[in-house]
């Protein structure tokens, strides 16, 4: 299993991006999928989640902002980020949730750097 971000960049306060997350391996219909963001010197912190149902979830700081979103046809899950802060600058990663509510470290990929910033 594989995932790869990309999508990120610098972008002014109260602006958007979108960014996706390809998956390789595995059953991807099947996994509750999160995504998670890393500020310096923060812990990583999870944002939002879909299952493989569909169903969202959102961190507070994040809901009526941030949409999560699948495409099963080409194994993607996507953030699309709407009026972003300064504090939303974070590198951000995807990762499948397991039946622990844990990420498996060895997924990780190299995450995908937003800056917001004017």
């Known amino acids: 299993v594989q995932f790869v971000e990309s999508g990120g960049g610098l972008v002014q306060p109260g602006g958007s991006v979108r960014l996706s997350c390809a998956a390789s391996?595995?059953?991807?219909?099947?996994?509750?999928m999160g995504w998670y963001r890393q500020a310096p010197g923060k812990q990583r912190e999870l944002v939002a989640t879909?299952?493989?149902?569909?169903?969202?979830n959102y961190a507070d700081s994040v809901k009526g902002r941030f949409t999560i979103s699948r495409d099963y046809a080409v194994k993607t899950v996507y953030l699309q980020m709407n009026m972003l802060k300064l504090e939303d600058t974070a590198v951000y990663y995807c990762?499948?949730?397991?039946?622990?509510?844990?990420?498996?470290?060895?997924?990780w990929g190299q995450g995908t750097q937003v800056t917001v910033s004017s």
């Open positions: 879909i299952t493989g149902g569909g169903s969202t």
């Open positions: 990762n499948l949730i397991d039946n622990n509510n844990r990420s498996p470290d060895a997924y």
């Open positions: 391996g595995g059953i991807f219909s099947l996994w509750l």
